[in-house]
DNA sequence: TTGAAAGCGTTACCAT
DNA sequence: ATGGTAACGCTTTCAA
């Protein structure tokens, strides 16, 4: 039925433990031997069996993505992260398991990781304060994150992320340099820097550090996840009483729907009127308004790359490599423009520089 | 370092194999010594190991899902339906393996598959002549389709699928209740028919029979999967000699951005002088447009659920179960409406019944 | 350089 | 109902 070792072993004349030898390269074979071994094999079809494999040396040579469970599905970007994953995965040779867990369940993620299928975990959406993490650790589970905790006991841990600080400065430069003074953020929903979702707080520190050393003030909205949220967020900025923004920088990808719309229904021109930038986005996302949006496009794939390479070079050599911070990537798409030559000037006064928390209580 | 059974039959007092039999119900226990290993489990922390399982009872209950790999990246329908089909094993106790591989790569598929990691695959985005398949299919490895192939011997192969007849018939329906009479509908690019994309060729089929079966001219363009390409199709749809559709029904994700753009465009106010319905979409693409779509929404998380169900009965019986169609819920969202009163009547004269495949050359 | 044999942690069968 | 013991298909000593 199935040709197991043994059986390449009797048609080349040789030991079963040559055998192995000669296929893995684990002891030094000879030449005319490992050519008898390889042809046996060929000619037999034979395929080494991965659990057997795995079970003899410890080492299953599967990779686990664990990533929230929860209504709201895959983003692209997530689902570029988990392909890039899955590829560079493929390519080294091992398997990539998805194991969907909410964040809170920690025990459960413990449960399937102590049964042995995977030789390590890739962490997605990782939280401030993270119980899959910190169980993960705990039960001596070989991790590598996407995102990073508060908890100094993590720090040892390999990492990857988004460059947040490097893509919020350069989305506040790219528009100060169109000459934009009033230029707002407008963020994940609040819950989520409540939860401490870690995209959401650095995003928020970032945009604040980026306006404060240029003396700008920062403007920053929370706004759910939802083209109505993002249509109620734009309102807010357009109806408040403090002046309007000549340009928007938006992170949350189903609101940037929302200001696109909200922007369309009071017919304010873009770039003309107001300049949009979508930041941590993705190509398909970006091409999908009218007008299609310069976008800050994130890195998904090139993280989930990095990641198994962070987690592989964990298990090979038993040390962290330092953090990858990958950086998104400027596509102009033309819905920045310069600022309107009747912006109040009033804004252009530079505002008191402010902590670079101040954005997110 | 690790808890194995042999521990917990140690702290039980009772053989390795009783503690096998209690845990797993394979032979009778008595309910003390049952209730003596379960203590002695929970006390050590024990977790059976899934590999050295797997090889002793050759089964891994690890599915894998194989998709399509390319530059396309997952749509929205296929993350869904990948995450579904993750959830299902999940709570049935099995684990889903990622193998991306090319269409075309059918020997490394069966390569990986020959490991015996997987006790089955489930195949994405069957094409009609699909290598794949054929190939899984003669190595002996159990599959489930998504899609169906042309090959009379993957027919009794467990399938499951989208109704593309159902919800062309619905979409068409539910147009032509509203008066509409010519309907046009937007197509995957042409190279995808010649390819054998099932979607595309069963959808255009399912389209030009329903409106046949109405006396209605089946008007059928193929776009290009962008934006451009969208807006390129409705060009078309507009400037051509035939009178202008008053209705657009949409399969193409991409296209569907650019339809909606070259409408917008045009000055052409939806639904009130164009209805748009898009089939086969996503509740997440339906929200993303400006007015937002009324759509046929794809069942992806239920297809994968469907899939693992459909594949695990394969395993565990050793028979197909019946194919598997799930239907496109219709969502409103106002982009369809009554016919324009001014709509050309000449159009109105039933057309010659056409054959069903007379759209898709 | 090669062969023989002892695990790896389960399941499954055969006694008892 | 329970205990002992071969497999399962491979890696990894340890001898030769």
């Known amino acids: 039925m199935v040709v197991t070792m043994q059986d390449v072993a009797r048609r080349a004349g040789v030991a079963l433990s040559t055998v192995s030898a000669a296929l893995t390269g684990t002891r030094p074979v000879s030449a005319t031997t ?19 494999r795995g079970l003899a040396s410890r080492r299953s040579h599967v990779l686990a993505l664990t990533h929230p469970v929860g209504a709201a599905g895959l983003s692209r970007t997530s689902a570029e992260f988990v392909l890039g994953a899955a590829g560079a995965a493929q390519e080294r040779g091992y398997q990539l398991v998805l194991w969907p867990f909410a964040v809170e369940d920690a025990d459960g993620l413990v449960g399937v990781a102590r049964q042995g299928l995977a030789d390590g975990v890739l962490v997605m959406e990782v939280h401030a304060a993270d119980a899959r993490v910190r169980a993960l650790r705990e039960a001596g589970v070989p991790v590598a994150l996407i995102g990073r905790t508060d908890d100094p006991a993590d720090a040892a841990l390999p990492t990857v992320d988004i460059d947040f600080a490097a893509t919020l400065t350069e989305a506040v430069a790219h528009l100060a340099d169109l000459g934009h003074r009033r230029i707002a953020f407008v963020n994940h929903a609040a819950h989520r820097t409540a939860e401490g979702h870690g995209p959401t707080r650095r995003a928020a520190a970032a945009y604040d550090a980026a306006m404060a050393a240029r003396g700008l003030t920062p403007v920053q909205v929370a706004a759910e996840e939802s083209v109505v949220g993002g249509r109620a ?43 949009v930038l979508a930041v941590v986005s993705s190509p398909a996302v970006a091409e999908q308004t009218v007008p299609p949006l310069t976008t800050l496009h ?61 954005g997110a209580p």
Chains 1, 2 share one sequence.
């Open 34 to 52: 490992r050519a008898r071994v390889e042809a046996a094999a060929a000619e037999l079809g034979f395929r080494p069996n991965a659990l057997a």
């Open 233 to 275: 967020a734009l309102a807010g900025l357009l109806d408040g009483d403090a002046p309007a923004p000549t340009a928007v920088i938006t992170m949350n990808e189903d609101a940037t729907f929302g200001v696109v719309a909200e922007l369309a229904a009071r017919r304010v021109t873009v770039p003309e009127r107001m300049s």
């Open 298 to 358: 994130a890195p998904g794939a090139q993280l989930g790359r990095a990641a198994v390479d962070a987690l592989l070079a964990l298990l090979l050599t038993g040390a962290a490599l330092a953090p990858v911070l990958e950086r998104c990537r400027l596509v102009d798409h033309g819905s920045t423009g310069p600022v309107p030559a009747d912006a109040e000037p009033g804004a252009a006064e530079p505002a008191p520089v402010v902590p670079a928390a101040a």
